[in-house]
């Protein structure tokens, strides 16, 4: 088997050699502490990022009890997602410079401050600080988590553990919509963060009780200049990006002004950091890039999400403009494809670490592919279990995808570059989501206005699909990869 492994020297490519099967060492189990601090990040996750999808399906009745219209209350999203592509970027220098119990307490802190500010806004423009709050804090978890688990993980358990993250990313945004659906059928809005509070604060006093520092922190210095740069060079595609799917007249002026200044910004941000990699003080190191499997592995999940996006938001207003359901109905048909997604990741995760990740890419993104393509033939008589069947097929797919994905790309990095691999994986994620959602949503929009909704989505669904083939190329490219060989640090 074709293997790829990284020596431990900063930024030195993988080099490929064969792995004869007495090489491969017994699976080492891993300490009680470990396991403990793990399941702490997971937990905390899951209610992070459950929070950013619960509060899609509340923004009509916002509109009605905060008396705002439509683009207004789109800040909500807008903001919460512009919050996060600033962020993300900054996590690989926080993660280098404080403590792992540190940075815990700090996305907690402001994740629970944020929540108990939502739950008592008296107005929108307080509500959307709270949401701003909220975001900062959901930005460094997932980071936080990943990290963690390459410093703390051996590399041949890495896909069995990586398998269990897939729960907290894939179950949680599924749930989203049906919570929410719930809470809203029997209380008011405020009710989405009074039942989110509780769990975050519980999972902040466990952290606070039980975690502890692993690694060893740097004094790594903050260069202003990038950190400012990241304003308009993720916030502006982003935001670019997420407003050029507005309508059927075409990107507006203020959208193509704000992805000139974000790709322009982009440049500059990207040869600053080429210029302090050589003082060995980059706000993101580039240098992850270096090696190939992180580079086609990134470029999968980039891929995937833009598919992804695609089922996110087409199959809701497939579901409610075209079959006239109410979003709780909605949430439970969209439902089993998320809990597939998610409860299969652990099985998928041991499967990889047996077999490594080209057959379950392949597997995922013909998956993926297939049901795409299907999903541009639905009409309005389409039956409602075929749909079903359907978004679970591309769950699977799609969780056949990440985990490898996650795994084959970051398990070759040193572990001075952990930190800011799992904040690249995690910014272009951003990015590529709300370009898969601009593309796909600016596509329904243009086709549904002289075609009508059904061609609209026909056309859509089947872009994604196209897109999607991507992915089947760069998956037959997946090859496994074994860790920097280094010493394990200790909790402490």
């Given at each position: ?40 990040l997971?937990?905390?996750?899951f ?17 009605v009890?905060?008396?705002i ?35 815990f307490?700090l ?11 939502a ?25 936080l988590?990943?990290t ?17 993250v ?11 919509p ?6 809203l ?26 975690l ?14 990038s ?14 990006l ?31 950091q ?19 499997m992180f ?17 996110v ?14 979003s709780?109905e ?27 990740p080209?057959?379950?890419?392949v ?7 297939l ?29 056949l ?12 990095l ?28 600016s596509i ?19 872009t ?14 997946m090859?496994?990869?074994?860790g ?9």
């Amino acid at each position: 088997m074709s293997t790829d492994v990284s020596s431990t020297a900063p930024g030195d490519p993988a080099q490929a050699r064969t792995a004869t099967p007495a090489t491969v060492p017994a699976p080492a189990k891993m300490s009680r502490e470990s396991v403990t601090i793990i399941v702490t990040l997971l937990v905390a996750t899951f209610v992070v990022i459950l929070n950013e999808t619960i509060m899609n399906v509340a923004l009509q009745r916002l509109m009605v009890d905060l008396r705002i219209d439509a683009p207004t209350v789109q800040w909500l999203s807008t903001g919460f997602m512009l919050t996060m592509a600033v962020v993300i970027p900054t996590t690989g220098f926080i993660l280098q410079r404080l403590s792992t119990r540190a940075v815990f307490m700090l996305a907690m802190g402001l994740f629970s401050g944020g929540t108990l500010l939502a739950a008592l806004a008296p107005g929108f423009g307080i509500l959307l600080v709270a949401r701003i709050v909220q975001a900062g804090g959901t930005a460094i978890m997932l980071p936080l988590l990943m990290t963690t688990i390459l410093t703390l993980v051996p590399v041949e358990r890495r896909g069995a553990v990586m398998g269990n993250v897939s729960i907290a990313i894939s179950v949680a945004p599924a749930m989203g919509p049906t919570v929410s659906g719930l809470i809203l059928e029997h209380f008011s809005w405020r009710f989405m963060f009074v039942f989110v509070l509780p769990i975050a604060l519980a999972a902040f006093a466990i952290g606070a009780r039980f975690l502890t520092n692993i690694g060893e922190t740097e004094k790594t210095r903050l260069d202003a200049l990038s950190v400012l740069l990241t304003v308009p060079a993720f916030g502006g595609l982003v935001y670019g990006l997420s407003q050029i799917g507005g309508g059927t007249a075409g990107p507006g002026a203020p959208a193509l002004g704000a992805l000139a200044l974000g790709l322009v910004a982009m440049v500059a941000f990207v040869l600053r950091q080429l210029k302090l990699q050589r003082a060995e003080a980059p706000l993101l190191d580039l240098r992850a890039f270096n090696f190939r499997m992180f580079t086609v592995s990134v470029l999968l999940l980039v891929v995937a999400m833009i598919a992804l996006f695609g089922a996110v938001i087409l199959l809701p207003l497939y579901l409610q403009e075209i079959r006239g359901l109410k979003s709780l109905e909605t949430g439970l048909v969209l439902l089993p494809g998320g809990l597939s997604m998610g409860l299969l990741g652990p099985f998928i995760g041991r499967l990889f670490d047996k077999v490594g990740p080209l057959p379950l890419t392949v597997t995922g993104s013909v998956m993926m592919v297939l049901s795409l393509w299907q999903f541009s033939m639905l009409d309005a008589g389409t039956p409602v279990w075929w749909i079903v069947a359907l978004h679970v097929a591309l769950s699977l797919g799609l969780a056949l995808l990440f985990t490898p994905a996650f795994t084959t790309g970051l398990n070759p990095l040193p572990p001075h570059l952990y930190s800011h691999g799992s904040a690249i994986m995690s910014t272009l994620q951003q990015v590529a989501g709300a370009a898969g959602t601009a593309l796909l949503v600016s596509i329904f929009a243009v086709v549904s206005a002289g075609a009508g909704v059904v061609a609209g989505m026909h056309a859509a669904f089947l872009t994604a699909a196209v897109i999607a083939v991507a992915a089947v190329v760069l998956s037959a490219m997946m090859r496994k990869t074994a860790g920097a060989q280094h010493p394990a640090p200790a909790a402490h």
